[in-house]
């Protein structure tokens, strides 16, 4: 494989592989899977953990967090470098036919689907994003030990503690400044437009030297 070596991890999870290298694969569509605790360690080798999960794309990575707000939750970040989380492992889903400039349409008008508040531990999460996506890029599901706590929690709530209701991608107050002030009805120009495209977290900057922007929702 051009660009980059896959090593197997030595886990019971076989098909999970970490990305060496540039990691640069064309068309290749990575899940990027990250630990949301350290008991991880010792939940996999029962089959289930608390994970995160972004998908990788034409070089950056995609996920899907929540906040308050009904506007778009999918935000993007450099690859295996999501703020708060600890990278596990990559998969290779497939390969997608869409052109970088069809993928990044497509991604715009998903984002309407997402909402940060629609953001949901069971029925609507970071898992479930990645999944859809994957699907409609016409490449394989998710495997299902990333999300499997997730359906079992929806047949008892109560295995899941409150404080796992959603991701730490959350108060993003750059990002609400932003929305009110565009719901304002004020008017811009196309080239502020564009420039507004990105809104970069300030709280990650405290923690880690990524940026993670969110995507601006278009109409479809």
């Known amino acids: 494989m051009e660009g980059s070596t896959l090593l197997t991890t030595s886990s ?10 540039d990691g640069f694969m064309d068309k290749e569509v990575f899940l990027n899977v990250y630990d949301l605790t350290p008991f991880n360690s010792y939940s996999i080798w029962f089959g289930f953990g608390i994970f995160h999960t972004g998908i990788e794309v034409y070089g950056m990575e995609y996920g899907f967090g929540a906040h308050d707000y009904s506007i778009s939750g ?7 470098s999501c703020p708060g989380f600890i990278y596990r492992c990559s998969i290779s889903l497939g390969h997608t036919d869409m052109s970088a400039s069809e993928f990044r349409e ?7 689907e997402y909402h940060g508040d629609t953001y949901h531990l069971i029925s609507k999460n970071c898992n479930n994003f990645t999944d ?20 079992i929690g929806s047949l008892c709530s109560c295995l899941l503690p409150d404080s796992l209701e959603s991701t730490t991608v959350k108060q993003l107050t750059e990002y609400y400044a932003y929305d009110e002030e565009s719901d304002s009805g004020s008017t811009s120009s196309s080239e502020s437009e564009e420039a507004d495209q990105k809104v970069f977290l300030s709280q990650t900057s405290q923690t880690s030297q990524t940026e993670v922007g969110f995507i601006k929702e278009v109409a479809k």
């Open 132 to 151: 859809d996506i994957s699907h409609r890029l016409n490449c394989k599901g998710i495997p299902g030990w990333v999300n499997r706590l997730a359906k």
């Open 74 to 80: 999918v935000f993007e970040v450099e690859p295996r």
């Open 106 to 112: 497509f991604i715009e008008s998903i984002a309407s």
């Open 12 to 21: 019971s999870l076989s098909n999970c592989a970490t990305i060496v290298g």
